[in-house]
């Protein structure tokens, strides 16, 4: 069991490029979530789906979007990368009927 | 507005001593509280969850809830040198439209331990 796996470790961007972050989870949980961490804030939650087919906004949305592509993969773009976006992503599941949120590796972005 | 806060440290202890992490919260609704660790570098792992208010114990931790005052906190009695880390307090707030929230967690800015031998 991987559990929580998520690519790539470290990435840096230029302003106004894209990318995607790839998230995939082996648990067969059915909800997954992204979020942000940026020194001193502790983690904020970007998007999250409560099950495969939906997703919806968290606490910090703007200049991003997710795709929840199958029950496995939940996979976070920025369309136009951004300074302010400079943070480390982790991606996390959680069993619908369950608490606890495994929290994948996380990966490094800087945008320069 | 939800917001999670924590005792903003950094909190530095002798090895042995115990360690106390405090954390407070908006919303009486709450219904789950979570204590996260995270060694620098890596990605937070869960080490206690309570939803009754008292005491829930587990090893040389024990986390304390108390509704009424919207506080939870967490104890590390015995604290080892390999307990220096960032805790975080975590909590699922309930949803504005009175259905699930789902699990969304809402996170304090995390408490940095250093347990000096």
């Known amino acids: 069991n991987a559990g929580v796996t998520q690519t790539p470790k470290f990435q840096v961007l230029k302003t106004g490029q894209s990318m995607t972050l790839q998230c995939a989870q082996d648990?067969?949980?059915?909800?997954m979530y992204w979020y942000r961490q940026d020194p001193g804030m502790g983690l904020r939650l970007i998007y999250y789906?409560?099950?495969?087919?939906?997703?919806d906004k968290g606490e910090v949305p703007n200049g991003y979007n997710v795709s929840r592509l199958n029950k496995r993969e939940f996979s976070l773009r920025l369309e136009s990368a951004a300074p302010s976006q400079t943070s480390v992503y982790f991606c996390a599941s959680r069993q619908t009927s369950g608490d606890e949120q495994f929290f994948g590796p996380g990966t490094r972005l800087t945008v320069l | 507005q939800k917001e999670v806060e924590q005792n903003s440290g950094p909190l530095s202890v002798p090895e042995g001593a115990i360690a106390s992490l405090n954390c407070t919260y908006s919303?009486?609704?709450?219904?789950?509280f979570f204590w996260y660790r995270q060694y620098s570098g890596k990605s937070p792992e869960l080490i206690m969850f309570?939803?009754?208010?008292g005491d829930k114990e587990d090893g040389r931790f024990t986390a304390q809830l108390n509704k009424a005052s919207q506080y939870v906190s967490l104890l590390i009695r015995d604290s080892q040198p390999s307990d220096s880390a960032t805790y975080l307090c975590?909590?699922?707030?309930?949803?504005?439209?009175?259905?699930?929230?789902?699990?969304?967690?809402?996170f304090g800015q995390g408490t940095i331990l250093t347990v000096h031998p």
């Open positions: 789906s409560a099950s495969e087919g939906t997703t």
């Open positions: 975590a909590v699922v707030f309930p949803s504005n439209a009175g259905g699930t929230s789902y699990g969304k967690l809402t």
């Open positions: 648990m067969n949980h059915n909800s």
């Open positions: 309570i939803y009754s208010n």
């Open positions: 919303d009486r609704g709450s219904q789950s």
